[in-house]
Every structure is written in structure tokens, then in C-alpha cells.
């Protein structure tokens, strides 16, 4: 899904509401989560997840094109770590018949 889709979606589900008003809570939500997450801060959306930063450290890579050894500088990099609702939504624990396949 892209951001214009999710904005279209939730103009769907409320039809009440203006469409730009809309796309600026959607466009505001984003920049205020990349700026505390450029701060060094964590969101915590219960039920969904948690976004954090992750340091990675300096290495040595290699150049696809030329095949030569590079320096990889550290770099921070976005974290995501799935919240319990999300990842039982994703895997439902209710296993029928039809799931099973019988042994061959």
C-alpha cells in the first residue's frame, strides 16, 4: 500500500470528512514520526508495533561494479518490531482440517 492509497481508504470509511484535510493528517502523522524517529525517540503503537532506530556499524563491503573493498560508514537505520495484535492477525491460531494436508 502507498500513501495515496491509504488516504483514499480512509476517505472511503469517511465520506464526511474532506479529502485534503485527510491527506494532512496523513502527511502530518508521517513527518512527525520521521522527525522522532530522526530525534532518537520510539514509537510505540499498541496493538501494531514498535518503530526505534538501530545503529549499524562501520564494515567493509564490496563494490558490485568494480569488485573492490569499500568503507561502510556507521549509519542509523529504521527498526520495526511487530506488536502481539499484528503478528496474531497475521497467523491466526485456529488450525482446521483443510490445513493439514494428509501424509503421502
Not at 512527525?32 to 532518537?40: I, P, R, V
Not at 499498541?46 to 545503529?55: A, Q, V
Request: aromatic share 4%; hydrophobic share 40%; no cysteine.
Amino acid at each position: 500500500m502507498i500513501k495515496s492509497s491509504l488516504i483514499d481508504a480512509i476517505a472511503k470509511k469517511n465520506p464526511t470528512m474532506n479529502y485534503k484535510l485527510i491527506a494532512e493528517m496523513v502527511n502530518e502523522l508521517l513527518n512527525e514520526m520521521s522527525t522522532a524517529l530522526a530525534s532518537g525517540r520510539r514509537i510505540e503503537l499498541r496493538g501494531f508495533g514498535t518503530l526505534s532506530t538501530r545503529k549499524r556499524p562501520a564494515r567493509l563491503g564490496i563494490s558490485p561494479r568494480s569488485k573492490n573493498v569499500v568503507a561502510i560508514k556507521e549509519k542509523w537505520v529504521p527498526f520495526f518490531r511487530s506488536g502481539k495484535k499484528l503478528q496474531e492477525r497475521l497467523n491466526p491460531s485456529k488450525i482446521t482440517i483443510e490445513d493439514v494436508s494428509a501424509p503421502e
